[in-house]
């Protein structure tokens, strides 16, 4: 069964303006952590922000934020003030930690920055 | 510090041939994760070792194996090459395995031709 999804395929942001990508999930599990990672062209993931599920507060990490909303198993990531270099593939996942341990990703959305 | 690393980057190789791709995970981390990444889409998890021991495998054939060693490199290997093994391989690391941050090698792209 599909746990992450990313329904947006791709986006278009123009510079130095905020942008949403969106992060829905499922998990009956009550422990769980969920990542955003950034892929450029030259393939290596790039670690963006983590946010706990027992976490209360939104995890920023400079100009990324992740505005989580766990009853409604939501955990969009908001970049402010984009640049040209944050054109990427954006991939959000979630690792249940007591269920095997694996990190489920997401399809993934292509961010586009327009100068 | 250096960051995880993989070799080699590129790989060729035929159908029915085996292949090893290696991970150097970051200095201090102790576990290591496999995923396969095939053109397109995100992400699939193949394994995950702890202190050498496997810590999760996902739903991949038997034709997929890893082992982990002393120094907490890590080895994947794949038997009887297939078209559809054609991806990126990354590695990835972390302190322990319910470390908050998970830190990706470059990947190794094999192609099977």
């Known amino acids: 069964a599909q746990k992450i999804t990313q329904t947006q395929p791709g986006m278009f942001v123009q510079e130095k303006e905020a942008v949403t990508l969106d992060c829905t999930y499922d998990?009956?599990?009550?422990?769980?952590?969920l990542f955003w990672y950034k892929q450029p062209s030259s393939g290596e993931m790039i670690f963006l922000i983590y946010q706990g599920s027992y976490d209360e507060q939104n995890a920023t990490e400079g100009r990324y934020s992740l505005n989580f909303q766990k009853a409604r198993k939501s955990a969009n990531l908001v970049i402010s003030a984009s640049q040209l270099g944050d054109s990427a593939m954006y991939f959000c996942?979630?690792?249940?930690?007591?269920?095997?341990?694996?990190?489920?990703f997401g399809a993934g959305t292509r961010l586009t920055v327009k100068p | 510090d250096a960051g995880v690393t993989q070799s080699p980057t590129h790989l060729i190789k035929t159908r029915g041939q085996q292949v090893t791709l290696r991970c150097s995970p970051i200095s201090g981390h102790k576990s290591v994760s496999w995923y396969q990444q095939v053109l397109g889409q995100g992400p699939q998890f193949i394994f995950q070792y702890y202190e050498k021991e496997e810590r999760g495998r996902g739903n991949f054939p038997d034709r997929f194996s890893a082992r982990q060693f002393p120094n907490y490199s890590s080895e994947l290997n794949v038997n009887a090459l297939l078209l559809g093994d054609s991806a990126l391989y990354l590695c990835?690391?972390?302190?322990?395995?319910?470390?908050?941050?998970?830190?990706f090698g470059q990947g190794t792209r094999l192609t099977v031709v």
């Open positions: 998990t009956s599990d009550q422990s769980y952590g």
């Open positions: 996942a979630m690792r249940e930690i007591y269920n095997n341990n694996d990190m489920r």
């Open positions: 990835a690391s972390s302190v322990d395995t319910l470390n908050t941050e998970a830190f």
